[in-house]
């Protein structure tokens, strides 16, 4: 409360309108400037975030009615107001609209704190995006993803985070086993429509022990910051039985969501290819990967193709290295989301960075040049040839007709390049720079 005791005196006085948990405000300042008016400006301020509401509507009631708009950074200006008592009403999209009862005299000034409160309404679960509801044959490894949005009026600057408690086990009710926030979700909202986000709460590394062939039901809680929450009531899914085969020795088993297969932990080598091809001899290595165990170089798509078949295997598809490179996080590179120089052979050693001076390594000589599913040099090394998919091994140039190529994954020059998802295409048959390894389905 504040009270001017002197007519004329300089003053400035703070409307301050706030949440009860104080975090948000309207304010104004009224400043005097000749008897009988007075000059009204102030702000309009999201309680949340802090930030300055513009296109909010400003209407000072009296005698007469006078409306401005706030405008950038929420700010506003009535330049001359009678003197005397007066009511102050915002509105504004997506907030309670709210009225101040104040005097614009010099001689009485008490202003009242009131709340301005933004319209809430529960969060939206928007859909499980994996598992799916009742889905069969469940991969033991996995990662459970739900897209959910806040449902009221949000700017990009809201800050309305939503959390999340998960409920989990081989029994009904199940019981709480994580909890926590989705943090993206705020900076993917944009305008006055409900924003989507999908958030991952398990990860590999975190994994629940699941068993083959059994019932596992769960259920979501999704509460925003201001208090209203949504439940996913309990669903269920059946993880898959067990292989009759597992993936042979020198072979990692990969399993993300609906994708299940058996990939090389290495690169296909020159040892690989002289079983192969009883023709191919060391007289045939090339000047970049001259040693037994190093990569298998400058051999065609059709030859990887035919060398992997040779054993019982196939080319790998996009997919299917993508996901054993990127995991569950989708990670930029096999080790993490971040490039580092140091966990394979990406860099060159000469100071020219001519990619012609460098050379591969032996097959999984990097230790830490490694993917969450224990398969080495998927970044770096060589690049690997890849099928499309099983259905689109590989495209035709529409200009030329010439069939084209797919490979991935960078080479001893590549650097920040050799990513988890660096496809690239040719219609060229042979290159230094390529190499292989093969994947096998589970029978």
């Not at 948990?21 to 008897?35: H, L, Q, V």
């Not at 309990?234 to 990939?263: K, N, W, Y």
Request: charged share 20%; with cysteine; aromatic share 14%.
């Amino acid at each position: 409360m504040k009270r001017w005791k002197k007519p004329g005196m300089a003053a400035v006085l703070v409307i301050a309108l706030a949440l009860a948990a104080g975090c948000g405000y309207f304010e104004s300042a009224i400043t005097p400037i000749e008897a009988g008016q007075t000059q009204l400006e102030g702000r309009v301020v999201d309680a949340l975030s802090r930030q300055g509401v513009p296109g909010a509507i400003i209407t000072l009631s009296g005698k007469n009615d006078t409306t401005v708009i706030s405008g950038e950074g929420g700010t506003f200006r009535f330049p001359y107001a009678a003197t005397g008592k007066k009511s102050l009403q915002v509105s504004a999209p997506g907030y309670n609209p709210f009225a101040l009862e104040t005097d614009l005299t010099l001689d009485l000034n008490d202003i009242d704190s009131l709340f301005l409160v933004r319209t809430n309404n529960p969060p939206l679960f928007i859909s499980a995006l994996y598992p799916l509801s009742n889905e069969q044959e469940v991969p033991l490894t996995l990662q459970f993803s739900f897209a959910v949005a806040d449902s009221d009026f949000a700017r990009d600057y809201t800050c309305e985070a939503l959390s999340f408690s998960f409920y989990f086990g081989d029994f009904q009710p199940p019981a709480l086993v994580f909890q926590g926030r989705v943090d993206t979700l705020a900076s993917r909202l944009y305008g006055r429509h409900p924003g989507f986000n999908s958030y991952i709460i398990n990860a590999p590394d975190t994994a629940l022990a699941l068993t083959a062939g059994q019932t596992y039901f769960w259920k979501l809680v999704i509460s925003d910051t201001l208090g209203d929450s949504v439940v996913h009531g309990i669903d269920s899914f059946v993880t898959r039985s067990s292989f009759d085969s597992t993936c042979p020795q020198e072979m990692a088993l990969v399993e993300m969501e609906t994708l299940s297969f058996c990939m090389d932990k290495y690169e296909f080598t020159n040892a690989d290819y002289e079983e192969f091809d009883t023709l191919y001899t060391s007289a045939d290595y090339r000047w970049y990967s001259q040693r037994t165990d190093g990569p298998v170089i400058f051999k065609s798509w059709q030859d990887a193709r035919q060398a992997c078949q040779s054993l019982g295997k196939r080319l790998c598809t996009m997919s299917e290295w993508e996901a054993a490179s990127s995991g569950y996080q989708r990670w930029n590179y096999p080790y993490g989301p971040v490039y580092d120089s140091s966990k394979c052979n990406t860099e060159l050693l000469d100071t020219t960075q001519n990619p012609f001076n460098g050379s591969a390594q032996a097959v999984g000589d990097k230790p830490d040049c490694v993917s969450w599913a224990g398969i080495y040099d998927l970044s770096g090394n060589v690049e690997e040839w890849i099928m499309l998919s099983k259905n689109m091994p590989f495209q035709f140039d529409q200009n030329t007709g010439l069939q084209v190529y797919s490979y991935i994954g960078g080479f001893w020059g590549s650097s920040e390049r050799a990513t988890s998802f660096s496809v690239k295409t040719t219609s060229y048959n042979y290159n230094d720079f390529i190499g292989f390894r093969c994947c096998k389905d589970i029978e």
